[in-house]
């Protein structure tokens, strides 16, 4: 069960947003967003019943000047996940069809100005399962209101709306749904005015709805509960009741009416909180503003007065120990004769610190009470201290491990990578000895072959319990070796007197490792610490020196570690086809005079193919590639040799190919990143057909020697990059909302969509008719992010840039579909991690095939997971890079890309540094996704935990196995190989890169291990 489950209750209508970190520490606080949706006056009692004020003109200029200040505020600057829920976009409360436009205007544009993806820390929004969408209403009781549709508009991707309704006339007005964001589980429930009296036959019983939701809450908080992946739970409630006396408006959360039997609903939402662990209870829609703190049950209850003039959004930072909120006032606009005027802006405030119980470790038995499984005794006969044969070192006697203390050495754990826990030991002296001495070995390096390891030892000396030495080179504290003893590197005294008990009696040492630092305690007493230690993990080991001792109830917290372990399970008899190539790059790394000694890193990778966009050269400039630099006069004869510059091309070119990479050429033109001051190549050729020719003529200089040119094999000829890549649609300084124009910044392509499908028509045509047995094919696309969360295109989650990419993909599809244009492969971008990525995937190759291009290729030729600074390079991106190209492998993807080879200072340049010309952590992700590819063919395997990603290769003798674990959890590692077992094992994680280590027992956060497996 957890012990930090959270349960929010909110009001209707709040943004909430979550944000797990991408390539940070998982220290690092979630952050919320909470925003009450459009109510912003007061509500008000029309025709005996009450009536959300929310469509009144005058709010609408008051929730714009909101939005405003949730872009401009720097506090809301920093959020992943948006979500919306309640009844904001409902059309029962609205007179007037345009109120309810301008209203969705309104929203629509906070979405856009939002603009999530930029902003984002990495939520996954991976698991989510259920996004409902506002729909057409009943008739308002009793006002005579006409029910009107309405079309949603599109949402970014990152933005969740949730409906709920007002309107109890609507059958199936409550919405139950849930969904993972990193490791926060959101369980949402709706169920609006369930205490309404039900006027003959109109309502549902709301007892029924009642119920109906508890049991969802409690199915879906079981299963979070249940699964270790999960660190808190969000409740979001909109659950508002009415009482009998239509002025008593809103009353806490429960059926107050009789014909329902009183029947608690409030108090079976806190029974579940109780059950399940949870520390706070937000309960909104309580109409009083000042957010107050108190107890209710076992629970932190916090009323959030949402519909007010007051508290009307928060920013919440969610930490292991607490919950900090910040509030915010909303704006408030008046209308007078058809105008309206501001009269307040959002203001901050207060903020509220909830104090939350941090997540516990689980505790797991290191010594099971029977037996020494998992441990191994390491002997020392050189030193026997009084052994006698028939008496053994190490026993279990009575349920305890029993040590009679000769001959020295110590009993060592199996499992030797500990890193950061609690350890707990009880030890007492059961045998009288001269010199009562042993220990406790933490972060084991090595075995020396002598009765001391390369450790710390927590002394249990008699007398001097709590002492730290460290031992065969492993120091602490940066203090000066111990010149007594050549093995004794330092020693530290305990800190206080002795705290141990009489002969006899048990005693308690509790060992805390948390990266560098070690601390002790005996009998609950502090005695040491240290810093500074230059051990990270290793085994534990219990101490023979000569005292006559025995153990008990020796156990470990670790941090960071689950206690379900990770199953995987190969089976090399069985294919499951080719090993695709996955590990391909986009622009060589190129740097000074250098990049020659550079590519020799391709070919030591196996990469099969390098994209030839955006490439520059170490003098000359962008002299590479770009049409317009190998034919640089359009008015020349595009015949004539002459006129043509293959001078640079050839030469990186030459060098890809002598090094086994196979180029993938994109005939166009380099990005030109401030066209908004001027453009000089981006705009669309003057002549589609003679720019067809001259392409012709670069593709037979490569593959049939045209102006003393080359046969090489060149299969793949992408027409442009990105020309949807229209970012005017989503940057306000042009963009002024729906049906108003805005100004085109296109980097990539300065015509219009019609004059591009056009241009690639007339292209492809051309070069298909005159390379048939040769790919043509684009456009490169900016990728399908408003399309992530769902098959449809109409889903919720995009934002107007990303649901333009969408809306050009399917523009194209039905345009080249109707005028027959080759199209031998569609190449498409994502720069998102591995779950989203696969969802963006599966979903542009379905589309493609619905539209009847069933035999086009597909390729990611510009992909990246965790796009910045601080994760470029590192174990994290690493880690994240190989699960995405197993998961890639496992798709119906026939190849992919990474954005970029090149040895450079951006943040999309993750394989070398450009300071030391080596390749980071993540060139090593290539590296081992190749020695898969190398055996050709993929076999059957299965993992037990989906944030495991695996790649089985070879035949039934034997292949490999890349494993990858982007999380920021460690898990337990369980192999089944049938036949087969482990010949090496190379692991990159934090510490490591691409080094051959043993096989471990727990896979380590952020990392990838490649396994080579062989006949036993």
Not at 204 to 220: C, N
Request: glycine content about 8%; aromatic content about 12%; hydrophobic content about 35%.
């Amino acid at each position: 069960m957890k012990s930090n489950v959270l349960v929010f209750a909110l009001s209707a209508a709040m943004v909430v947003t979550a944000s797990a970190s991408r390539g940070e520490s998982a220290t690092r606080p979630l952050k919320f967003l909470l925003m009450s949706d459009t109510h912003v006056e007061s509500d008000y009692i029309e025709r005996g019943r009450p009536v959300y004020t929310c469509w009144k003109p005058g709010n609408h200029a008051g929730l714009i000047a909101t939005y405003e200040f949730i872009n401009t505020n720097s506090a809301c600057r920093d959020i992943d996940l948006a979500l919306f829920c309640g009844d904001q976009l409902n059309t029962g409360y609205s007179s007037q069809q345009r109120d309810l436009q301008a209203e969705l205007v309104n929203y629509y544009r906070t979405l856009t100005s939002l603009d999530l993806y930029k902003r984002s820390r990495g939520t996954d929004v991976s698991s989510l399962k259920f996004v409902a969408r506002p729909y057409s209403c009943a008739e308002n009781v009793g006002n005579g209101i006409k029910p009107f549709s309405v079309e949603p508009p599109p949402l970014d991707s990152r933005v969740i709306a949730i409906q709920g309704n007002h309107d109890t006339g609507i059958p199936s007005f409550y919405r139950d749904c849930a969904f993972q964001c990193g490791d926060v589980k959101f369980v949402t429930f709706f169920a609006s005015y369930v205490g309404l009296p039900a006027p003959k036959g109109q309502y549902r019983s709301t007892a029924k709805i009642a119920d109906e939701t508890v049991a969802f809450l409690e199915r879906e908080m079981a299963s979070a509960a249940a699964d270790s992946s999960i660190k808190h739970i969000v409740m979001l409630c909109h659950w508002a009741m009415v009482a009998d006396d239509p002025k008593n408006f809103i009353c806490p959360i429960r059926d107050a009416m009789k014909e329902n039997g009183f029947n608690d609903n409030r108090g079976k939402v806190l029974a579940l909180a109780e059950k399940y662990g949870c520390k706070l209870f937000i309960n909104g829609h309580e109409h009083n503003g000042n957010w107050p703190v108190g107890r209710i049950g076992g629970v932190y209850d916090i009323n959030c007065g949402a519909v007010s003039d007051d508290g009307s959004f928060a920013i919440v930072e969610m930490h292991s120990d607490k919950a900090v909120f910040t509030i915010y006032s909303t704006a408030v606009a008046e209308e007078k004769d058809g105008v309206c005027r501001i009269v307040r802006q959002p203001a901050r405030l207060f903020e509220r610190v909830i104090p939350l119980k941090p997540v516990a470790a689980e505790r797991v038995p290191l010594f099971n009470g029977k037996d020494l499984s998992g441990w191994t005794a390491v002997t020392d006969y050189n030193v026997t201290g009084g052994y006698t044969a028939s008496e053994p070192t190490w026993a279990v006697v009575d349920g305890c491990i029993r040590s009679t203390g000769t001959p020295f050495g110590y009993l060592r754990t199996e499992r030797k990578d500990y890193a950061d826990y609690k350890l707990h030991v009880e030890y007492r002296w059961w045998r009288p000895t001269e010199k009562p001495n042993s220990g406790v070995f933490v972060r084991i390096a090595s075995d020396t072959g002598t009765f001391l390891p390369s450790c710390v030892e927590n002394q249990l000396c008699a007398g001097k319990a709590g002492d730290l030495l460290g031992i065969w080179g492993t120091s602490f504290d940066g203090l000066p070796p111990n010149s007594k003893h050549k093995f004794l590197i330092n020693v530290k005294d305990k800190q206080n007197p002795s705290s141990e008990k009489p002969f006899g009696e048990w005693n308690t040492i509790e060992i805390v490792a948390k990266g560098g630092k070690i601390e002790n305690w005996v009998n609950g007493v502090k005695q040491n610490s240290a810093a500074k230690l230059t051990t990270k993990c290793g085994a534990i080991a219990l101490q023979s020196e000569g005292g006559a001792i025995e153990f008990r109830n020796v156990w470990i917290e670790e941090d960071g570690v689950t206690s379900q372990p990770v199953t995987i399970k190969a089976d090399f008899s069985r294919t499951t086809g080719a090993v695709k190539p996955m590990h391909g790059i986009g622009q060589p790394p190129m740097i000074g005079w250098d990049w020659y000694s550079m590519f020799l890193y391709l070919r030591e990778a196996g990469i099969p193919f390098s994209r030839l966009h955006d490439v520059g050269g170490h003098h000359g400039r962008n002299v590479f590639v770009d049409i317009p630099n190998i034919f640089r006069d359009f008015e020349a004869d595009e015949n004539d040799p002459k006129n043509y510059d293959f001078a640079f091309t050839d030469e990186l070119l030459n060098s890809l190919v002598k090094n086994g990479v196979e180029p993938f050429f994109r005939l166009g033109v380099t990005i030109e990143n401030r066209s908004d001051i001027r453009a000089y190549r981006i705009f669309p050729p003057k002549d589609y057909a003679k720019w067809a020719r001259v392409c012709e003529h670069v593709i037979r200089h490569y593959t049939e020697g045209w102006a003393n040119g080359y046969k090489w094999k060149i299969r793949y000829w992408e027409i442009w990059n990105e020309p949807d890549n229209d970012t005017g649609i989503a940057d306000n300084t042009y963009w002024k909302g729906p049906g108003t124009p805005y100004k085109s910044f296109n980097a990539m392509w300065a015509g219009t969509w019609q004059q591009y499908m056009e241009f690639y028509d007339v292209v492809s045509k051309y070069l298909k008719g005159r390379f048939p047995h040769l790919k043509i094919g684009g456009y490169a696309s900016c990728g399908f992010y408003a399309a992530a969360n769902s098959p449809a295109v109409a889903a919720a989650n995009s934002s107007p840039r990303t649901q333009y990419f969408v809306d050009c993909y399917l523009e194209f599809l039905k345009f080249a579909k109707e005028r027959k244009s080759p199209l031998d492969f569609f190449s498409f971008h994502t720069y998102s991690d591995v779950k989203e990525a696969l969802r963006q995937i599966d979903w542009g190759i379905e589309t493609l095939h619905q539209y009847g291009f069933t035999n086009t290729e597909t390729t990611v030729n510009e992909w990246l997971p965790r796009v910045s600074a601080e994760s470029l390079g590192t174990a994290s991106q690493a880690s994240a890079i190989c699960a995405e190209m197993i998961g890639m492998q496992h798709s119906k993807l026939d190849s992919a890309m990474i954005y970029d080879g090149r040895c450079g200072m951006g943040n999309y340049s993750p394989l070398f540094d450009p300071a030391t010309r080596k390749p980071r952590k993540a060139y090593y992700a290539l590296k081992a996704f190749n020695e898969a590819y190398k055996l050709k063919t993929a076999t059957a395997v299965s993992v037990s935990n989906p944030e495991i990603h695996a790649l089985a290769a070879g035949t039934e003798k034997g292949g490999v196995i890349l494993i990858a674990n982007s999380s920021n959890r460690r898990m337990p590692l369980k192999l089944d190989l049938g036949a087969l077992k482990v010949t090496s094992c190379t692991l990159t994680d934090e510490t490591h890169t691409y080094a051959e280590v043993q096989l471990p027992s727990v896979l380590p956060r952020e990392s990838f291990i490649l396994l080579h497996v062989a006949s036993k």
